[in-house]
């Protein structure tokens, strides 16, 4: 077999002055450095590409864990205010629950059905699907106890009670001997309260006045109906302060005491009616005397 004796002759000067000089190299040492080249050129490459991808999924990685700690702020607020709505609604259900108990108003919301709770799609206790439904049942319950408060209240202050007029009871309601002489029975339909001449006759409950005048034996008399089948009379007056179709509130002045009409002495005969028939004013008035 021959001997490969292929070569490459390299030509290269020091300086400019110098002499020629060469060198040979054997091809293959030539294919061999070409092919380290390469090999090396190749490494290299890799390597800039690795790095590069290294960058990136660094990049990536950074920016999820930004995102992770803004996520896990994000939730650690929602359950901050998750567990406060809770808290409130807690309260809300208990203040509803004693409203529904005092107005008779059904309950179709119970929060501790959801307060307690937990499983998949939840936040410690009860999910926001669930708070949302019960919160607008109770808000529908308080709107219904809202109504019948209201009603209630008006029914309270246009009921009768507490004095007409400061004094004591000089005769009570129900039969009696006739204040007049001549013997006999009679019914008495109010409470007459005596009291000095002039003193402040006030109105019992909120109403608007039916009648303010003379009438036979009442005198100088108001009468004031407060709806729901309730009127008050205050009779005897020396004077009246209102007017037919005007609307009083309770402790409202409507004239002063005196001694007109079918009277023996200064007082107040008040009366409480029932759909037109008397009833004891007594049972309205309140415990202590004003």
């Known amino acids: 077999m021959n001997e490969d004796k292929r070569f490459y002759t390299f030509v290269f000067a020091p300086t400019a002055k110098s002499p020629l000089r060469k060198f040979n190299v054997h091809h293959r040492v030539i294919y061999m450095i070409l092919g380290f080249a390469g090999v090396g050129l190749l490494t290299v490459g890799y390597g800039m590409y690795v790095i590069a991808q290294h960058a990136v999924v660094v990049a990536k990685l950074n920016l999820t864990q930004l995102e992770n700690r803004r996520l896990r702020e994000q939730n650690r607020e929602a359950t901050s205010k998750f567990d406060l709505l809770q808290t409130r609604l807690a309260a809300l259900d208990t203040t509803q629950r004693k409203l529904a108990e005092t ?6 919301a119970d929060l501790n059905r ?18 949302e439904e019960v919160t607008d049942a109770l808000e529908s319950e308080l709107r219904q106890i809202r109504v019948v408060y209201d009603k209630n209240q008006m029914k309270l202050a246009s009921t009768p009670t507490g004095w007409p007029v400061r004094g004591y009871i000089s005769d009570g309601y129900g039969s009696r001997r006739n204040p007049f002489g001549g013997g006999g029975y009679e019914m008495h339909s109010g409470l007459d309260i005596a009291t000095n001449h002039g003193s402040s006759i006030n109105a019992t409950a909120d109403g608007m006045v039916i009648f303010a005048g003379s009438h036979s034996g009442y005198g100088n008399i108001v009468v004031i109906d407060h709806g729901y089948g309730l009127t008050t009379r205050y009779a005897h007056m020396s004077s009246i302060e209102v007017t037919v179709g005007q609307h009083v509130a309770r402790g409202k002045k409507i004239g002063a005491v005196g001694s007109t009409g079918r009277s023996t002495a200064p007082h107040c005969h008040y009366e409480v009616r029932l759909h037109d028939r008397p009833v004891d004013p007594f ?3 309140s415990i202590g005397r004003s």
């Open 103 to 108: 107005s008779g108003v059904g309950r179709s």
């Open 114 to 131: 959801v307060v307690g709770q937990g499983g998949p799609g939840s936040i410690e206790g009860g999910d926001l699907s669930s708070i």
């Open 283 to 285: 049972n309205y008035l």
